[in-house]
Each structure stands twice: as structure tokens, then as C-alpha cells.
């Protein structure tokens, strides 16, 4: 029990921390954030091309933001999932349903206030194909720690058979 209490409290510290991190990035005005990706595009084009052109590494550059908008927010469906997996462990039927519309509603509910917000922001603004993306990312992370617990399930229960 105490066990869980702990996994329980790391994860909602590391669910705090990954919130954090987005609304970092997403709070820069838009000098800073262009500055930042684009210090990041010009670093990690040399090794796609061998010595990339302005153009290279703008198009590098708005790979990389997508690719990040991707990370972000597919990494936060999972925390979330996990963390209504953990905290409601014997959840099923419509329990469980309810703790995985939880980590659904929470990541696109965060993916879409993300792209909100930065219309208050100088330089920036509210995209809608980003907020899109930062939904579908979400729900694809949930998606992916839904199929990991359900293999780590089975595969419990069939070691605990062999025992």
C-alpha cells in the first residue's frame, strides 16, 4: 500500500513538472521562442544535412516544432493515464472508463488552454491546427499507455498462473 502511495506521488509530482515544462515554452514571447527554436534547428540540421542553407534549416525548424508539439503533449496523455491507472487500480467497467475519459479530458483540456493562452502572449498567437495536434498527440499518448498497461496486465496474470 505504501508502495503505491509513493509511485501515486510521484507521478502527480512528475505530472506538475511536466505542466510546468509546457507552459514554460509556451509563455515566451515570440522573439524568445523563435530564438530558441531556431538555436535547436540550426544545432541538429548538421546532422541531417551536411551543411544545411537558411532554408534547410527553417524547414528543420518548423519540423522540429511540430515533432516537439508531438512530444509534449503525447508524453503528457501517458503521465495521465498512468496516473488514473495507479491511483484507481482496481477500477473496471465504467470506472475505469470514467479514470480514462479523466486523462483525456485533462490532456486535450491542457493541449487546447496551451494555444489559448499565447494569444495574450506578444509575438504569439492561437493556432488551431496546433491545437489540433496538441489534442491528437495527447489522445495518442493516452492511447499508448492504455496498450502498455493492458500488456502489463496479461502479462501478470500469466506469471501469476505459472506460479
Given at each position: 500500500?505504501?508502495?503505491?502511495?509513493?509511485?501515486?506521488?510521484?507521478?502527480?509530482?512528475?505530472?506538475?513538472?511536466?505542466?510546468?515544462?509546457?507552459?514554460?515554452?509556451?509563455?515566451?514571447?515570440?522573439?524568445?521562442?523563435?530564438?530558441?527554436?531556431?538555436?535547436?534547428?540550426?544545432?541538429?540540421?548538421?546532422?541531417?544535412?551536411?551543411?544545411?542553407?537558411?532554408?534547410?534549416?527553417?524547414?528543420?525548424?518548423?519540423?522540429?516544432?511540430?515533432?516537439?508539439?508531438?512530444?509534449?503533449?503525447?508524453?503528457?496523455?501517458?503521465?495521465?493515464?498512468?496516473?488514473?491507472?495507479?491511483?484507481?487500480?482496481?477500477?473496471?467497467?465504467?470506472?475505469?472508463?470514467?479514470?480514462?475519459?479523466f486523462a483525456v479530458c485533462l490532456t486535450v483540456g491542457c493541449g487546447y488552454f496551451d494555444e489559448w493562452h499565447k494569444q495574450f502572449?506578444?509575438?504569439?498567437?492561437?493556432?488551431?491546427?496546433?491545437?489540433?495536434?496538441?489534442?491528437?498527440?495527447?489522445?495518442?499518448?493516452?492511447?499508448?499507455?492504455?496498450?502498455?498497461?493492458?500488456?502489463?496486465?496479461?502479462?501478470?496474470?500469466?506469471?501469476?498462473?505459472?506460479?
Amino acid at each position: 500500500m505504501r508502495k503505491r502511495r509513493v509511485m501515486t506521488a510521484i507521478l502527480w509530482g512528475g505530472l506538475v513538472i511536466w505542466l510546468g515544462i509546457i507552459y514554460y515554452f509556451s509563455t515566451q514571447n515570440g522573439e524568445q521562442t523563435a530564438a530558441t527554436g531556431m538555436l535547436w534547428a540550426k544545432k541538429l540540421s548538421v546532422i541531417v544535412y551536411e551543411n544545411p542553407s537558411d532554408a534547410q534549416i527553417a524547414d528543420f525548424h518548423m519540423i522540429l516544432r511540430k515533432s516537439a508539439h508531438l512530444f509534449l503533449f503525447s508524453l503528457l496523455g501517458s503521465i495521465t493515464t498512468w496516473i488514473s491507472a495507479v491511483t484507481f487500480p482496481k477500477a473496471k467497467g465504467i470506472l475505469r472508463a470514467g479514470y480514462l475519459f479523466f486523462a483525456v479530458c485533462l490532456t486535450v483540456g491542457c493541449g487546447y488552454f496551451d494555444e489559448w493562452h499565447k494569444q495574450f502572449i506578444s509575438g504569439r498567437h492561437f493556432d488551431h491546427a496546433e491545437t489540433l495536434l496538441n489534442m491528437k498527440a495527447g489522445i495518442a499518448g493516452v492511447i499508448f499507455a492504455v496498450a502498455v498497461i493492458a500488456v502489463c496486465r496479461v502479462v501478470r496474470y500469466c506469471m501469476e498462473e505459472e506460479a
